[in-house]
């Protein structure tokens, strides 16, 4: 880990503006909604401007104290306009935030099953906590096309032009006025903010996800960085990050106060200029007093039509920003294609067979597995040994059907795997990776995510499968326990055993165990994988990994190396073939497993303990 910058941890990549059409096509599935918000909104701002117009006829009408007959009509307006603005108000919020809502549920749903497609090779090019954003807060964005976008822009032009005419038939030259300030107002006061703010908004997406990088880093990391000393350097990326976007947030909040001050201006300008032609009107008999308090003071109310838009238009680019990070995802290609028409699993047993494989991730034109044929009859047990890079955990990812095979087939029954739809592919082949993931919630919950229907003697059986039932019955709560964020209150053993256990009670007839030990110590290592041996007697099983203890159980071992198998038998054909395993496996026994331990001629028959502390080749006396 870096700490010369406090970037180390946050970097992102840029991935600009969505086109307006396509980020606009999001919308089409609450077209219905988006429609009548925005003539309930525009019933709203009618009503407001009526209200205002009709209150205006009413005081200086009744100025002239005429009979009151003559007002009723009036009263009766200002009644109806104030009533029902409350009225068209809430319908508007109400139905705009059921249809931004419905529109983000499913937006939500659609990004989360892409997601699901991408996983988990896909998704290398995005960070974890760059991904969060897109997912949750970019996606949440997207709901102001509805409430803040579309609406006030179809508001202003239905109102809008309603009002000019209604101005225009009291007085031309006054509809005239207020049409040309509308006009300006909805078009040249948008248009500067947006220049103003284009950039800024541009970078707000980003900007959010970084800090949400370095959230999750700070969060993900703190013992490791609290190790070595690098906690000031994240919270620095973390304040960085913050004020950022705080600084951001603030120019957006100056540039609206700009286009808030100019509508303002351009209405105060509307109201004088109607004004005067009204005076004009007045003054030659063409207009009574009354109308003139209408049409001046109907400018004021007008405005509330586009005083909205320049929020609106830094709205629309905060939201296109949204989309096209939202696109990203949606549009990286899937690593394997599903089959437009999948056939049907087929009946058990299941045989599994490697022809040939080549097999390699996207981006990197080298292949990680290069012609490996294996073959794993209905309850033989496998284990797939060789060093770190060797290809292992590749070809693994390939029979889940994660990585598409370059050249070669997987085949199951001999059918080739392709051929399957993947979830259900994953009902017979299921796997164990290096780490388990365990969800901050208790042991029992943990476990049903194997098998929801499991009742608690089901879980506490494969708790003992694994090792656990000693270690169960000492905890206070049981099944109940909580274990914490990601099983931190748990060991790394005690985790790769839930998580196996959680297998076990999924039932899988061929179960892929990834480096189930690769994060524990040699002890705990060797016990896990004699256990897990232990409890998989019963199904069909492909161990990868690079120890070598144990395998004397299983039926045949493949040694791999530079994506090739280099050597294949069982444990005692491969010792008397005096090749790499048999190199490895000695290496072992010598360097972590046995020179201090008291054990050792259970192991090594006839090997003196002294020959194993003084460097004594021992080998050609042993085998």
């Not at 009526?50 to 007002?71: D, F, K, N, V, Y």
């Not at 800024?200 to 996800?209: H, I, K, L, M, S």
């Not at 070595?228 to 990326?237: E, H, I, L, M, N």
Request: hydrophobic fraction near 45%; charged fraction near 20%; charge should be negative.
């Amino acid at each position: 880990m870096r700490q010369s910058s406090p970037r180390t941890l946050a970097d992102t990549t840029d991935t600009g503006l969505a086109p307006v059409g396509r980020t606009m096509a999001l919308t089409r599935p609450a077209i219905r909604g988006i429609v009548l918000t925005s003539l309930l909104g525009a019933g709203a701002v009618a009503a407001t401007i009526g209200l205002m117009g009709t209150a205006a006829w009413l005081i200086s009408r009744a100025a002239q104290h005429p009979s009151e007959a003559a007002l009723g009509l009036a009263i009766v307006g200002v009644q109806f306009f104030g009533l029902s603005r409350g009225l068209f108000r809430y319908g508007e919020r109400l139905t705009g935030h059921d249809a931004a809502f419905r529109l983000i549920a499913d937006l939500r749903v659609t990004v989360y099953e892409r997601l699901e497609q991408l996983a988990p090779s896909g998704l290398s090019a995005f960070r974890s906590g760059d991904l969060l954003a897109r997912a949750v807060q970019d996606v949440d964005s997207l709901q102001d096309l509805i409430i803040r976008v579309i609406p006030p822009f179809a508001i202003a032009v239905v109102a809008g032009s309603a009002t000019v005419a209604v101005m225009w038939w009291i007085l031309p030259a006054a509809g005239l006025i207020l049409a040309a300030a509308l006009l300006s107002s909805a078009t040249l006061v948008p248009w500067l903010t947006g220049v103003l703010t284009r950039r800024r908004e541009r970078q707000f997406a980003d900007c959010r996800g970084r800090l949400a990088i370095s959230v999750v880093d700070l969060m993900d990391g703190a013992a490791e960085l609290l190790a070595f000393g690098a906690v000031r350097s994240q919270v620095d990326a973390v304040r960085s990050d913050d004020a950022a976007l705080t600084e951001i947030a603030t120019r957006s909040a100056n540039t609206a106060g700009i286009g808030l001050a100019l509508n303002t201006l351009l209405a105060g300008l509307a109201c004088w200029g109607c004004l005067t032609v009204g005076v004009a009107a007045v003054v030659s008999g063409r207009l009574g007093g009354p109308e003139l308090a209408v049409i001046t003071l109907i400018p004021l109310a007008a405005f509330e039509l586009v005083v909205g838009l320049p929020v609106a238009t830094q709205a629309l680019e905060r939201a296109r920003q949204a989309a096209g990070r939202v696109f990203a995802i949606l549009d990286t290609p899937s690593p394997v294609s599903e089959p437009e028409r999948p056939e049907p699993l087929p009946e058990a047993p299941f045989d599994l067979e490697v022809r040939s494989l080549w097999a390699g991730y996207q981006g990197n034109e080298s292949s990680a597995v290069r012609g490996i044929d294996l073959s794993l009859p209905s309850g033989r047990r496998l284990a797939v040994v060789g060093p770190s890079g060797a290809g292992k955990s590749t070809m693994a990812a390939v029979l889940l059907h994660f990585l598409p095979a370059r050249a070669g087939s997987v085949e199951l029954n001999g059918r080739p795997i392709d051929g399957y739809y993947g979830d259900e592919l994953r009902t017979v082949i299921g796997m164990v990776g290096q780490e388990a993931y365990l969800f901050d919630t208790t042991i029992a919950e943990n476990l049903r995510i194997g098998r929801r229907q499991a009742n608690d003697n089901d879980l506490r059986v494969a708790l003992g499968r694994v090792g656990l039932s000693e270690w169960l019955a000492d905890l206070p709560a049981g099944l109940d326990t909580d274990v914490g964020r990601n099983g931190a209150r748990l060991s790394g053993g005690q985790r790769q055993r839930i998580g196996i256990a959680r297998a076990l009670l999924a039932d899988f007839p061929i179960l892929v165990l990834d480096e189930p030990t690769e994060h524990l110590d040699p002890l705990a290592a060797d016990a896990l994988t004699t256990d897990l041996l232990r409890a998989t007697r019963d199904r069909s099983l492909i161990l990868i990994t690079h120890r070598l203890t144990g395998l004397e159980a299983v039926d045949q071992i493949l040694m791999m190396d530079d994506g090739k198998v280099v050597e294949q038998g069982n444990h005692d054909e491969l010792l008397a073939a005096d090749g790499r395993y048999s190199d490895l496996w000695w290496e072992e026994m010598r360097t972590e497993r046995y020179a201090d331990s008291g054990d050792v001629e259970t192991h090594l028959p006839g090997l003196e303990r002294a020959e194993l502390t003084t460097g004594h080749d021992y080998r050609s006396t042993t085998k």
